[in-house]
C-alpha cells in the first residue's frame, strides 16, 4: 500500500496586494521541522520577488497555536551536526523574514513559543490575540534560543526581561508582551483577524517605496 504523501506545512493565499503565509501543521501546535523552515523560506523568497504583493501576514492554522516552538521529537533525532544545521537554516528564515523589503505582520492567534516567538520577532509588526501567550522556554529542555531569540529580545524589551524569559523560561500573556514592547498590540482573539486584514490594507496602500 503506497502512503499517501505528506501534506503541505505551508499554505499561501492572496487577498489582493495582502499575501498570507499560514504554518498548516494544527496536530502539531505548528511546531518547527526542517520541512517546515524550507517551505516558509520558499515562501517568503516568492513573496518579496513578487511585484503584485505588497504586504505579508504569517500565521499558524487553528485557534491554539501561532507557533508552539520547534519540532521537539525531531530534534531528538538530530546528531550534533544535523542539530548545528537545523539551528542554521532557522537562523537564516528568520534573517530573511527580518530582511523582507515588504512589510510582515505576525498574525499571533495563540502560543509563540521558542522558535515561535522568534518567528513572531522576525516580523515587523506583531499584533496578538488576548488569549495568546509568548516565551522562549528552551531553558526547561537544555537548549538556547537557537533562531537568534536572545538578540532580538534585547532590542525589543532590553536586558532585564530578556534575561527573565530566557533564564526562567516561563511563558507571558499578551497582556505583558505588549506593556515589554514584545508585541505591538493586543485584541480580543473574535477581533483579530479584522484588526490584521484592516492594517494589512492601510499598509498595502501606502507607497511601496517608502514601506
Avoid: W, Y
Wanted: aromatic fraction near 2%; charged fraction near 20%; proline fraction near 6%.
Amino acid at each position: 500500500m503506497v502512503e499517501a504523501p505528506a501534506p503541505h506545512p505551508v499554505d499561501v493565499s492572496d487577498d489582493g496586494a495582502v499575501r498570507t503565509i499560514t504554518v498548516q501543521r494544527p496536530d502539531k501546535l505548528n511546531a518547527l521541522n526542517a520541512a517546515t523552515l524550507q517551505a516558509l523560506a520558499e515562501a517568503f523568497g516568492d513573496a518579496a520577488g513578487d511585484p503584485a504583493v505588497r504586504v505579508v501576514v504569517l500565521t499558524g492554522a487553528g485557534p491554539k497555536a501561532f507557533v508552539a516552538g520547534a519540532d521537539i521529537a525531531e530534534m531528538n533525532t538530530l546528531s550534533a551536526v544535523q542539530g548545528r544545521d537545523f539551528s542554521l537554516l532557522g537562523q537564516a528564515l528568520m534573517r530573511r523574514i527580518e530582511r523582507m523589503p515588504k512589510p510582515v505582520i505576525a498574525r499571533v492567534n495563540g502560543f509563540a513559543l521558542g522558535g515561535g516567538l522568534e518567528l513572531a520577532m522576525a516580523c515587523h509588526l506583531r499584533i496578538a490575540a488576548d488569549s495568546a501567550k509568548v516565551g522562549q522556554p528552551e531553558i526547561n529542555l537544555g537548549l538556547i534560543p537557537g533562531f537568534g531569540g536572545s538578540q532580538r529580545l534585547l532590542r525589543l524589551c532590553g536586558r532585564a526581561a530578556t534575561l527573565e524569559l530566557c533564564l526562567l523560561g516561563t511563558p507571558i500573556d499578551a497582556a505583558r508582551a505588549l506593556a515589554l514592547g514584545i508585541v505591538n498590540e493586543v485584541v480580543p482573539a473574535a477581533e483579530l483577524d479584522a484588526r490584521v486584514q484592516a492594517l494589512a490594507r492601510q499598509l498595502a496602500q501606502s507607497a511601496p517605496l517608502a514601506l
